[in-house]
């Protein structure tokens, strides 16, 4: 939710003789962020996440609400995502990690250092300064807890096994998977999005040095979306309009928007997990050198839709309905069998929709072995799309639309999945509150 208040980064820089200046410039801050979440309701039980209109550098995202922010959030144009391992093997220390990193994203989302500065020169200050004069810039921070949190080779390594959701399964391996153990998995998951790529990583790089000695990072990725014009769905490396089919809260009164169906847990869940949301990411490596060797309209077979307009196949408006039953003259569909978007549809899936969050990464170039025709060998791009799904319950959701895609989708000619990860992200956080609050004080 964008919100009125920002403080820049700027009016943290504390120098050794202004301690009394400092201390009255965070207490005024601290108000501020206490009116701010005051006046815009954000209490439990709320739903958050719509932008109220204010955009550019100096916009702040809300932290605490009934939903954790990056999920509803309009979409910033910069993401770094990291997974970590704990390393801890007490309970208390995971809690006191979550409870410093919460307060450490309240601070950094309203555009503060990660902690307050120490005024000592002799002691690291509570933030390495690399946001420094850098407004909030949309930040959000985004939380999840992998499988590893509650179970770790059977281990119940936390008294937390017997609040594994049902919902946070091991991904079965699907047609075409060629993972990287070392790009999957993790513990804890945290997902920084902000309209400056140093915003993000800023935010990032404090937690893990909060973290430490209780968590080591296991892998990251780092993503990017056109900056767009206002109204205009962002075109993905492959030149296609890339989101115009997304669950939304909009819709006519006889039929609502599915978002908050489709997005937030319920009570078919823990208890703990009502209000959360599971996060799916994938790293998909797109082979851009033999995407842009294809012909357009073969292109557009590919995908179902136009690649100019991003309006479907033999339709010119992007929002139309896809028209999935359209024939040509020889009775052959429109859009085809195995096009991308039909594969996707919740037509043709049941009804299950997730809300995508995607962003473009670009790692410079690897050494790869296409898996199709031409089979070539060499240096290539190493870059594609951080595909990142939210959903009520992956198994109903991601796993229910990608079995079949992963089997007979045009697009995995061009794509190959080598990062993963499933993450449960809890509700929002309350004032005062920590982020996981509500898992850890329901198990024993
Ligand atoms: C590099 C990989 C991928 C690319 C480049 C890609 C690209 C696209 C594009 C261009 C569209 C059409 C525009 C839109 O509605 O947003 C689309 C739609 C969609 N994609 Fe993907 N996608 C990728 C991977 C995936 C994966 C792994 C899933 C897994 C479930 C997925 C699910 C969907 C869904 C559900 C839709 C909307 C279908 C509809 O209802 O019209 N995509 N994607």
């Excluded at 075409?176 to 993000?200: F, N, S, T, Y």
């Excluded at 890339?242 to 908050?260: E, W």
């Excluded at 978007?341 to 919740?346: D, N």
């Amino acid at each position: 939710m964008s919100c009125p208040y920002a403080t820049s980064r700027r009016g943290m820089l504390v120098g050794a003789g202004g301690l009394l200046a400092a201390t009255t410039v965070r207490a005024s801050a601290q108000t501020q962020l206490q009116s701010r979440v005051q006046t815009q309701g954000q209490t439990q039980g709320q739903t958050q996440g719509q932008t109220q209109g204010q955009t550019g550098p100096a916009a702040a995202e809300a932290f605490y609400g009934a939903h954790q922010a990056g999920i509803a959030t309009p979409q910033q144009t910069h993401c770094y995502v990291m997974a970590l391992d704990l390393t801890t093997t007490r309970r208390a220390d995971v809690v006191a990690l979550l409870q410093a990193w919460t307060e450490a994203a309240a601070r950094m989302t309203a555009g503060k250092t990660a902690e307050p500065l120490s005024t000592d020169l002799s002691r690291p200050r509570g933030d390495g300064g690399s946001a420094l004069d850098l407004p909030p810039s949309r930040l959000t921070l985004t939380f999840g807890f992998g499988a590893g949190l509650f179970v770790q080779k059977g281990a119940d390594r936390y008294g937390l096994a017997a609040q594994r959701p049902a919902a946070l399964v091991d991904l079965p391996r699907f047609n075409g998977d060629q993972l990287d153990p070392k790009r999957c998995g993790g513990d804890l998951m945290v997902q920084a999005c902000a309209d400056d790529p140093q915003v993000a990583f800023h935010a990032v790089r404090e937690l893990v040095r909060i973290a430490y000695d209780r968590a080591h990072p296991r892998w990251a990725q780092s993503g990017f979306l056109a900056a767009a014009p206002a109204g205009d769905t962002p075109r993905n490396l492959m030149g296609f309009r890339d989101g115009t089919q997304n669950p939304t809260t909009a819709g006519p009164p006889d039929l609502p928007g599915r978002f908050d169906d489709v997005v937030w847990a319920g009570a078919e869940g823990p208890a703990w997990m009502r209000g959360g949301s599971y996060l799916v990411a994938r790293r998909i490596r797109i082979s851009l050198e033999h995407w842009d060797r294809t012909e357009v309209d073969f292109q557009e077979q590919v995908i179902g839709r136009h690649k100019m307009s991003g309006a479907p196949l033999g339709k010119t408006a992007e929002f139309e309905p896809l028209g999935l039953d359209r024939v040509d003259s020889d009775g052959n569909p429109i859009i085809p069998q195995n096009a991308h978007v039909r594969l996707g549809a919740a037509a043709a899936n049941g009804g299950a929709e997730i809300l995508r969050r995607s962003y473009s990464y670009n790692d410079g170039l690897s050494f790869t072995a296409e898996r199709w025709p031409p089979w070539r060998q060499g240096m290539m791009y190493d870059a594609g799309l951080l595909f990142l799904a939210y959903q009520r319950d992956p198994r109903t959701g991601f796993i229910r639309i990608f079995e079949p895609m992963s089997k007979l989708d045009a697009l995995n000619q061009y794509v190959t999945h080598n990062g993963s990860g499933l993450f449960a992200c809890p509700p929002g956080v309350v004032l005062g509150g920590y982020v996981g609050q509500s898992l850890f004080e329901t198990a024993g």
